[in-house]
């Protein structure tokens, strides 16, 4: 059974520190590349990081460059999203997605809630 399941949302105050967390199962993971992605209330979802399996190479929306960092850990079948310096505009829920590249074979992850509030 294909699973992503993400973990490590909650309440934070601005300017204070979250680390999501992808647990995969069910499919080579290693083959995936792996992208995290938000969504507001009323928003469209839209695009947070991305790692990708050739070099692990990296990218990131512009809008959360310098403060979160995409990372996994092949061995334990992990991704990761560290986010620092956050702000009211990253409350979000933050999906974790594993896309196979050059193929129509993705997964989403249910969605881990952030919430960033004084």
């Known amino acids: 059974q294909v699973q992503l399941v993400e973990s490590g949302g909650g309440l934070v105050q601005p300017g204070g520190s979250l680390r999501l967390s992808c647990a995969a199962s069910?499919?080579?993971?290693?083959?995936?590349?792996l992208s995290w992605y938000r969504q507001s209330p009323g928003k469209a979802r839209e695009f947070v990081a991305r790692q990708v399996v050739a070099g692990d190479k990296t990218e990131y929306a512009d809008s959360v460059k310098g403060r979160f960092t995409i990372s996994r850990d092949y061995a334990k079948n992990m991704g990761y999203l560290q986010m620092k310096m956050l702000k009211p505009d990253d409350t979000a829920v933050y999906y974790c997605y594993a896309k196979k590249p050059w193929y129509l074979e993705y997964y989403w992850g249910q969605g881990t809630q952030v919430t960033v509030s004084s």
């Open positions: 069910g499919f080579p993971f290693e083959s995936y590349d």
